[in-house]
């Protein structure tokens, strides 16, 4: 299977984990109604719902952030695929430690295997774009130029 294929479906389960993620969060936000939230923003006194609600908002900016990454090295993969190579074991590591601290600190098994799904498609992806960097300087012979 080619990276560019591989990079496209870790990018699409990203995208169904944090959209997950998104929904539910909202959803619970939402839950402690517009009076709860308006007291805690008048009070100017950061609580722990404020630091619950903006690292719930920041995970699904960083989901939305690998999401367009990794489908943006999809399309790097299909030209230059052996010089994405370190970002994509950056992915690996950022998404099995995101695994480690899910299943620690909430023991969550749905964001775990997601991270851990996309991690092995970013190693088969790792893999397949081994050697797959392309030249794109012209050969003599193709420039017309006569060998020496």
């Given at each position: 299977?080619?990276?560019?294929?591989?990079?496209?479906?870790?990018?699409?389960?990203?995208?169904?984990?944090?959209?997950?993620?998104?929904?539910?969060?909202?959803?619970?936000?939402?839950?402690?109604?517009?009076?709860?939230?308006?007291?805690?923003?008048?009070?100017?006194?950061?609580?722990?719902?404020?630091?619950?609600?903006?690292?719930?908002?920041?995970?699904?900016?960083?989901?939305?952030?690998?999401v367009v990454l990794l489908w943006q090295l999809s399309l790097?993969?299909?030209?230059?695929?052996?010089?994405?190579?370190?970002?994509?074991?950056?992915?690996?590591?950022?998404?099995?430690?995101?695994?480690?601290?899910?299943?620690?600190?909430?023991?969550?098994?749905?964001?775990?295997?997601?991270?851990?799904?996309?991690?092995?498609?970013?190693?088969f992806a790792f893999v397949a774009a081994r050697?797959?960097?392309?030249?794109?300087?012209?050969?003599?012979?193709?420039?017309?130029?006569?060998?020496?």
């Amino acid at each position: 299977m080619k990276a560019t294929t591989i990079l496209r479906i870790a990018c699409f389960l990203a995208l169904i984990q944090y959209a997950a993620h998104g929904s539910l969060f909202l959803i619970a936000a939402s839950t402690h109604g517009p009076g709860v939230l308006a007291r805690i923003a008048a009070s100017r006194i950061h609580s722990y719902w404020d630091l619950y609600l903006g690292y719930g908002l920041m995970a699904i900016l960083s989901g939305v952030i690998e999401v367009v990454l990794l489908w943006q090295l999809s399309l790097l993969a299909k030209t230059d695929a052996e010089r994405i190579r370190p970002m994509l074991a950056l992915f690996v590591f950022a998404n099995v430690a995101h695994a480690a601290l899910i299943w620690k600190y909430f023991s969550l098994l749905a964001p775990v295997v997601f991270d851990l799904l996309i991690a092995t498609l970013l190693c088969f992806a790792f893999v397949a774009a081994r050697g797959k960097a392309t030249d794109n300087s012209a050969s003599p012979q193709e420039l017309g130029a006569s060998p020496q």
